[in-house]
């Protein structure tokens, strides 16, 4: 690998420079590592995949902790040389969901902005290793991160040993984009002094201990790209509703024409949805979110948005090009944070986000599950959705009304996994229509969600349910012994419907 | 009733002093009153009395929002006389509970730090009235409020009138007890300057602009007094166990000896397992809570806690002589503030709390339900146990492990209704001993809550259940069609108990 030593800026660390194999060999059996890497971005990489090398001679098991997922097929290499003792706080890769659902190794499902503060409280293992990706490493000990920031600053400031792996494909253009900012302990800790999204209110690298950096390795990988998944019918659908609503708050004089700092999930749903603002009367918009996808980019481009604030960026090959190969056009248009600080919940409430994720289903009285298919089998986790949808100013979740063909509705009478309560649930949007939920009780948002939300094809079904549960009374009329019988009938029939049902209609 | 004008000191509002009656005739069908009031305490009493004389010769209905449950029967009352639309965000009256139940009225349960900003926010309908009791009116104008803040502060400022009841028989050295802050709008709003629990940040009284102000009605109804239900053998076990989890917890470094400030919510469980630590030897305790009720004077009298922040003080009988008798020795060691403080995940975060809440069940992967008997019939209401457990340093819920002489076992395997998600409880009590959750997948979640938590009755049936859910598979195994069988089975056979699994055993 090509050093670059012009990127070590504190010439007393040249000597720490290793290969990633030597990095790898220091870590051992039992050990907790903490990686850079917030949804395929900004991931460590060289000593991840040497790591997996000696997996391949040698047995051992480590706990991997992240940003959130991590890209370039590590979370799936990870989890294939079974090395992985306990995996938190999010992944989203195939392999590794089935080798958790299959209890091969353990997950554990956080908060995004909760994992910081269990570190700095000594609750979770204390990291032995950080291994986070770097830009460089200034003249006063300072580690410039890359295109994520993600869980970086915590580890690094509370692991015993620190591994550095400078990236010389990433460009130094990057330094001064981030914006570094760790809260004191709980109980002697100030205000976090942010009040508007682009304020900067930390140091622009993470300041480090020198003498716990144990080695330097230099790379090549860049990120791995997000797959293209271009806006279809629905999610366009999905958006005009969004819109829609939106454009009622505005009427109401609830939102101003500018809105307030939006904050949108990971997926392909939420990245279409967002792109629908392009065409929207909305303008002057700020973004305050945790991974910023392509669609904040055609935002900026589309002069719609003029700042965005997060701790990750997560693009595609095209749209990666694009940034990174103009990097001064949006560089004061952007900043990255810790994600304990894009999903702070004293943040989010003080600055009102209208919050927009995806849900895999919700219910009919409004509560979500953003995680578990068929409340069992884990997807890739909670992430911040929670973090948002509790403090946001608007709560809105998305989701198509059915799935895999029909034969899913994404409303059910009762979730069966509840990832965001009933309480915490403003605005459901489907490419149905959407139900704001706000100030209504149970009862009477079952009427709203089923009228507006539900595809055709289960509404008289759901309808049924609930005119059943009725019967039954109570604030949150149920039947217990069918509440899953839509995931029951799945898991039987491989389809939610029922004939009788259906052809009653 | 008695006059008492001195305590109007802004003598240009003696003119608006009319009876309860007049006052109440002032309102209409459809309209929207904000009574002040928060568990028993400091309720608006004359005029909703007053109303609900009216409504023996008159038809009309309005919305009741509150600070949290009323005193004096006042829920009771008004339920039974029918002119309840709307109630929010939280009640505890058995009568009330019914007619929810029944779909009599309807009742939205909310966090209790969210209602202000939806009234703020113009998300819920405007306030026509509010109708708040106070000590006194200042010479500036300022409503001192009496032994509840609640929503009041919101309510007085975003209402279109207001009337106030002056209650002669609260002393007026309750003056300068409260301390009253409302953030600015968001996304215009500067960080909360609360960093300890004893900070001062706002006024002593409510400043309000005195030509809302309708009418003021003079009042000697004092707040009812708490039922006493003195600590048995099992709160006492689950003392004991919190206080070993927390001496754990000082022994490993995570807390000192003075712990970290505490919350304790309502009812009996929490109110006899805070009274376990006056034999503790934990001191300079400091509270950050919702309610005080009377365990938290006790630990005051015993010199164990030295300050005590809340929005309500809600005491038996006994209790309520000492300390309003004796208010001298007091005033310096409390202070009350609106729930949208005392709740704010801002603070609550900031404070790193430790919250103790009481759970109607919960189930093995660590999912509580604090709301719903049997997934539907309401209880009295998430209240502030949301706002705590997401974002205290501690989350823990306390519960006996059976209810009903054992035919209800509150550990089940996917409670009905859930309040907390898995992502937000980090320690379960009953009388059977504590489970640490901080840090675990579900499947170590499940090992540990059955071993520790659950009755020797219910011990073998959980494990059964678990057993075949494992065979399933999944990042939290379930099987769907078994998972309510214990609330199924409670409701066919009066029991969760299975002969066979208990006969097995
Ligand atoms: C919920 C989530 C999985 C949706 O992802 P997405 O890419 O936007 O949505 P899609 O509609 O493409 O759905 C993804 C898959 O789930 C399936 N699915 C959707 N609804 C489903 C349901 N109710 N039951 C089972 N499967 C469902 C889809 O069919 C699709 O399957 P496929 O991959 O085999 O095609 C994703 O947004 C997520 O993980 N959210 C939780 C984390 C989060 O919200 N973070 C927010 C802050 S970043
Ligand atoms: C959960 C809550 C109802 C418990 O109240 P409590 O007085 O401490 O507890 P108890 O054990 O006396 O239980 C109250 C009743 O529920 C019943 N109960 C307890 N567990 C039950 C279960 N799993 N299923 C059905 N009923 C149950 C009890 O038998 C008792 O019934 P009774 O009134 O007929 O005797 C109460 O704490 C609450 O409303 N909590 C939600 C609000 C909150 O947590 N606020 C916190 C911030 S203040």
Chains 1, 2 share one sequence.
């Not at 809105?259 to 749903?269: E, K």
Request: charged fraction near 25%.
């Amino acid at each position: 690998m090509e050093k670059n030593l012009e990127r070590i800026k504190d010439s007393s660390l040249h000597d720490l420079v290793v290969q990633a194999e030597n990095a790898a060999s220091w870590i051992r059996d039992g050990m907790t590592l903490g990686l850079s890497g917030f949804t395929r971005a900004g991931d460590a990489k060289a000593v991840p995949f040497a790591l997996v090398e000696r997996a391949k001679k040698e047995k051992f098991k480590v706990n991997i902790f992240t940003g959130a997922s991590l890209g370039s097929d590590l979370d799936k290499v990870l989890s294939e040389a079974g090395i992985i003792n306990k995996r938190l706080p999010f992944q989203a890769d195939a392999t590794m969901r089935k080798n958790i659902n299959a209890g091969n190794h353990l997950f554990v499902d956080q908060h995004l902005s909760h994992t910081a503060e269990m570190i700095r409280n000594g609750v979770l293992p204390q990291i032995d290793f950080a291994i986070v990706e770097a830009v460089s490493i200034t003249a006063d000990g300072m580690i410039i991160p890359t295109t994520s920031v993600g869980n970086s600053l915590a580890f690094v400031t509370h692991a015993k040993n620190i591994i550095v792996e400078i990236n010389v494909d990433q460009s130094e253009q990057l330094e001064g984009l981030h914006d570094l900012y760790e809260p004191a302990e709980q109980g002697r800790r100030l205000p976090i002094p942010l009040t508007k999204a682009d304020d900067r209110i930390g140091t622009v690298g993470m300041p480090v201990d020198t003498d716990k950096i144990r080695g330097i390795v230099f790379t090549k990988y860049m990120d791995s790209p997000s797959p293209i998944v271009p806006p279809d019918h629905e999610t366009e659908e999905m958006a005009q509703h969004l819109i829609s609503f939106l454009r009622e708050e505005v009427h109401a004089g609830r939102l101003s024409n500018n809105l307030a700092p939006l904050q949108a999930g990971i997926g392909s749903v939420a990245n279409a949805v967002l792109h629908g603002l392009i065409d929207s009367e909305f303008e002057d918009l700020q973004v305050y979110s945790e991974v910023l996808q392509d669609s904040v980019f055609e935002l900026i481009d589309a002069g719609k948005v003029n700042f965005a604030s997060a701790c990750s960026i997560t693009l595609s090959e095209e749209m990666m090009k694009q940034v990174y190969g103009n990097l001064e056009k949006y560089r004061d248009k952007l900043v990255l944070r810790p994600q304990e600080i894009t999903n702070h919940p004293e943040i989010i409430r003080r600055l009102g986000l209208i919050s927009i994720n995806t849900a895999l289903e919700f219910d009919i009285y409004g509560n979500v599950n953003s995680t578990h298919v068929s409340g069992t089998k884990m997807m890739n986790g909670i992430g911040g959705s929670g973090d948002f949808a509790r403090n946001a100013k608007l709560a809105i979740f998305v989701t198509k009304s059915i799935a895999k063909g029909g034969n899913i509705s994404s409303i059910v009478p009762f979730v069966a996994h509840v990832d965001h309560t009933e309480h915490d649930v403003d605005v459901v949007v489907t490419e149905q229509g959407y139900a704001d939920l706000r100030g209504l009780a149970p009862r009477e948002r079952a009427q709203l969600i089923i009228n507006n939300c539900v595809h055709p094809m289960y509404k008289a079904q759901l309808r049924q349910y609930f005119e059943e549960a009725l019967t039954r009374g109570g604030q949150t009329p149920h039947v217990l012994e069918k509440a899953f019988s839509f995931h029951t009938n799945l898991a039987k029939n491989g389809t939610m419907l029922v004939e009788e049902v259906k052809s009653y209609v």
